[in-house]
């Protein structure tokens, strides 16, 4: 069984609480949808974090957000096969997988594409204080031409991505102040291209403090979702 939910922020406590409730096993993941958190110094200070998740039965599967770094950028992250496409890992947190933007993972017998990154509309704010921000945080053009590439030569049942198309954009939890004229919205924008070109079946994302249904799109904030194969299509 694949569950999905929304961004944590550093924090095990929903995640762990769900596992002790609903008991999920070693053959099931939990998708977070972006800004986990366990990447966001970038040494052993994250390490409680990724020890209190490879406690846990499940394989916790992320994609990257814009709250932390990409894996690439911390110390022992290094690409494994798993699910039929690339994953970054640490071999001492070997249930902790992220995501390698665009590649294709068949997990319960569905084809999941994740489509990390966004912009930080508090990019400023966290600069001037010292806090964590990565000019890698939004998806670079190499990395949107080998998405493309790949939903032009695959099916995909499912993408999961940290922000949303733009026409999706929850306008009623912009936070209030921020000038959207002065907000790169290109990752939106693009994310846009990809909905109307493409065919998928449903479509998660995190980022936003809402959880919501519009189209097929799933807004996930502190709720837990799950679809499995047989709500699309029945093989004969």
């Known amino acids: 069984m694949i569950y999905y939910t929304g961004d944590i922020h550093g924090s095990a406590l929903e995640i762990v609480t769900f596992c002790m409730r609903f008991k999920p096993t070693k053959d099931d993941t939990i998708v977070i949808l972006g800004d986990v958190g366990v990447n966001y ?6 390490n409680k974090l990724k020890e209190a ?18 894996p690439w950028e911390v110390e022992g992250y290094h690409l494994i ?8 890992v640490q071999d001492k947190h070997p249930k902790l997988l992220f995501a390698k933007d665009g590649e294709v993972y068949t997990i319960d017998g569905l084809r999941i594409m994740p489509i990390g990154g966004a912009y930080s509309v ?29 939903l032009s030569e695959n099916e995909v049942d499912i993408i999961i ?52 249904h519009i189209d097929k799109m799933h807004f996930m904030y502190r709720t837990w979702e799950t679809i499995e194969k047989e709500q699309f299509y029945n093989e004969n």
């Open 41 to 46: 110094v970038g040494d052993i200070r994250d």
């Open 122 to 150: 508090d990019k400023f704010y966290r600069i001037s204080r010292g806090a964590g921000w990565w000019e890698s945080e939004q998806p670079t053009e190499e990395i949107k031409s080998f998405v493309e590439k790949q």
């Open 81 to 88: 096969d798993w699910m039929g496409g690339k994953v970054w």
């Open 161 to 212: 991505s940290h922000t949303c198309p733009l026409k999706y954009e929850p306008i009623e939890v912009f936070l209030p102040g921020i000038d959207q004229s002065k907000v790169d919205k290109s990752t939106e924008e693009w994310l846009g291209k990809i909905e109307a070109t493409y065919h998928y079946k449903a479509w998660f994302c995190g980022h936003f403090p809402i959880d919501k």
């Open 53 to 70: 998740f490879v406690k846990l039965e499940p394989t916790i599967f992320c994609i990257h957000g814009n709250h932390e770094m990409r």
